[in-house]
């Protein structure tokens, strides 16, 4: 039986464990999440069951540099209060480490996960919140940098070809506090665009002009939308009177590589979006 992807996923997140051994769970149960759970639990694989099965969706981000680039570690807790907590922020400290230890290796956050799953389970225990580390991302490149927000909440980082470490700071404060789905409008799926044509589309539709106004209507939208999403379009949040694409022309850089983490993003409940509190604050 083929095993989904977001089900190993939803399953790790409910219990914590690696997603090796969530995938072996699966298999074994057939793809019964519910199933999975309770065979995991007589195995005493959950020494910590009740606690493992409740969403965990406060934390933190942690990030260092290396000569190879960049590493970031999301882990995540059930309040903010034990995200402040010393005895976990020790244990996001001790991610973070055994995370840069084993810079590019294949599956690094199971492998992380994997190697810090005696330390998670005792901290579970101890704190009586479910913890999990979550994300695990690298960013490889000799100029790079990296922002994490005041909260830890929100982080980014850049690689640069050309240009100084100092550029790639100011870039990685400004993916923090616009959030862009790629590097350029050309990067966007498809479907992307199709959709949100098709959303332009709709809300003109009704308009007494004829079609193609209409048609220009909607393709200035949809050349706004795409631009408002794309990184090297966007105006710079400490200088809106340039875009990104200028400020690399001018300083004769291109971006290699970006990312950007924002805690528990992607888990389906209702949590407060830090963007806007972060670009406020940039551009105070």
């Known amino acids: 039986m083929t095993i989904k992807a977001t089900d190993v996923k939803n399953l790790r997140e409910k ?3 690696g997603m090796m051994e ?3 769970a699966l298999e074994e149960a057939n793809g019964d999440i519910e199933e999975a759970i309770t065979n995991l639990r007589k195995n005493s694989a959950l020494k910590a069951e009740k606690k493992s099965s409740r969403t965990a969706v406060e934390g933190i981000i942690s990030a260092r540099k290396s000569e190879k680039g960049i590493i970031f570690t999301e882990v995540n807790c059930e309040t903010d209060f034990v995200a402040k ?9 001790n991610s973070l480490d055994y995370a840069s230890e084993n810079s590019t290796k294949e599956n690094l956050l199971d492998l992380v996960s994997k190697g810090m799953e005696e330390q998670r389970m005792s901290l579970v225990q101890k704190i009586g919140e ?15 940098d990296f922002y994490i927000h005041s909260n830890k909440k929100i982080a980014a980082g850049v690689s640069l070809i050309n240009g100084d470490e100092s550029l790639a700071k100011d870039i990685a404060m400004h993916i923090a506090a616009t959030n862009p789905l790629v590097l350029s409008p050309e990067d966007l ?16 539709e009704g308009e007494d002009k004829p079609q193609e106004i209409i048609e220009k209507m909607v393709e200035g939208k949809l050349k706004k939308q795409l631009s408002d999403v ?18 690399l022309l001018e300083s004769g850089s291109e971006i ?8 528990g993003e992607g888990i389906e409940v209702e949590k407060k979006d830090f963007a806007e509190e972060v670009k406020s604050q940039l551009k105070g």
């Open 256 to 263: 290699e590589k970006f990312v950007r983490l924002e805690v």
């Open 15 to 17: 219990t914590g464990l």
């Open 230 to 247: 794309s990184l090297l379009k966007q105006p710079f949040v400490k200088d809106p009177s340039k875009t990104i694409e200028t400020l």
């Open 22 to 24: 969530c995938k072996k």
């Open 189 to 204: 799926d498809k479907d992307y665009v199709s959709k949100e044509r098709e959303i332009f589309m709709s809300q003109v």
């Open 85 to 93: 907590d010393e005895n976990f922020l020790d244990f996001c400290q």
């Open 130 to 144: 479910n913890i999990i580390v979550r994300n695990v991302k690298e960013i490889s490149g000799e100029i790079a």
